[in-house]
């Protein structure tokens, strides 16, 4: 089956432009996160997604950042006003949760976005 | 606060020695481990995981990790480094209360012949 999709591959944007990044998850797995890898940083967790509930947005840097999770599916991170600061590679990654504990997370190949 | 350690930023290897990864976290209960790899251009992948049981778990591509629950770490081995092993690795931790995965900041593998 497809694992994890991401989409662009690649964006470049002017300085106070949002951008939208989608994430298509593995289909059937309940939880889906969102990441951000900065140049030679590890990642950087962002929001998660499980099942029909609230989703923990506790790692989104600024309010700039939003995510929704559609139909428990597929996935858009918007990043409204984008600064330069912003430039980096944002990956998702979806797993099962189950009653046992976390399970392997797939990861997507990312989306490298660089904000001029 | 919690956190997940990775003491070790960048370590160089020669072809056929022997590796080790280090890993600790700070949390209270025995939390969830994984080991990822991360190959140049390519997307993270799983290693190995440990939820319970063995302390000593086997993973892909020949690598294993050891829980060491008085030490708070999860060491990842290798016996034998391959050139195809350079990679950055990346420890990560699940809090046994929750679902959020913690990583470190990763160590750069550099193979050489």
């Known amino acids: 089956g497809a694992g994890v999709s991401q989409s662009p591959s690649n964006k470049v944007t002017e300085k106070g432009k949002d951008v939208e990044l989608r994430c298509d998850p593995i289909?059937?797995?309940?939880?889906l996160y969102w990441y951000r890898q900065s140049l030679g940083q590890g990642l950087e967790f962002l929001i998660y997604f499980q099942g029909n509930s609230a989703p923990d947005k506790s790692g989104l840097p600024s309010d700039r950042f939003s995510a929704e999770r559609t139909g428990g599916s597929v996935s858009t991170l918007t990043i409204q006003r984008t600064q330069q600061e912003d430039s980096a590679v944002y990956l998702c990654?979806?797993?099962?949760?189950?009653?046992?504990?976390?399970?392997?997370?797939?990861f997507g190949p990312g989306t490298r976005l660089l904000v001029l | 606060a919690q956190s997940v350690t990775q003491p070790d930023i960048h370590i160089t290897v020669s072809e056929g020695a022997s590796l080790e990864l280090r890993c600790n976290y700070s949390y209270g209960a025995t939390p969830y481990l994984f080991w990822y790899v991360q190959s140049p251009g390519q997307g993270l992948q799983l290693l190995l995981k440990?939820?319970?049981?063995?302390?000593l778990v086997q993973g892909i591509k020949g690598f294993e990790a050891e829980f060491k629950r008085s030490q708070s770490s999860f060491n990842l081995r290798k016996p034998s480094v391959h050139w195809s092993d350079a990679a950055e690795y990346f420890c990560a931790v699940v809090p046994s209360s929750g679902n959020q995965f913690y990583f470190g900041t990763g160590t750069s593998l550099t193979v050489i012949p």
């Open positions: 990654a979806s797993s099962l949760t189950g009653p046992g504990g976390p399970d392997t997370q797939y």
């Open positions: 440990y939820f319970s049981g063995d302390t």
């Open positions: 289909s059937g797995h309940t939880a």
